[in-house]
């Protein structure tokens, strides 16, 4: 049986909670939103994606602070870590 999901004010959504129990959609969670030409596709972007490159943001900002360095080994520190996110 279809999930219907009706589209309110600001075009907000609100997924039924079997939806989200069957496919793990917890608060504060992204969605992916594709579109097709007969709808919209949303699928979850699951933590460990996004994870890695926080850790490495937030491990960069902690040696930054904690040390001196000069502007260019900063820049190629962020340069190297650009570089491992894509």
């Known amino acids: 049986m279809a999930n219907l ?5 600001k075009f907000q959504i609100t997924i039924p909670v079997a939806l989200r129990a ?4 917890e608060l504060g969670d992204y969605l992916e939103a594709t579109p097709f030409e007969d709808g919209i ?3 979850p972007l699951r933590p460990a994606n996004a994870a890695p490159a926080k ?3 937030m491990a960069f900002l902690q040696e930054t602070h904690a040390s001196t360095r000069t502007r260019e080994a900063i820049d190629e520190a962020v340069a190297a870590d ?4 894509a």
């Open 41 to 43: 596709l949303f699928r």
């Open 55 to 57: 850790q490495g943001i």
């Open 82 to 85: 650009r570089a491992a996110w």
């Open 22 to 25: 069957a496919v793990s959609v």
């Open 5 to 9: 999901i009706r589209v309110k004010d």
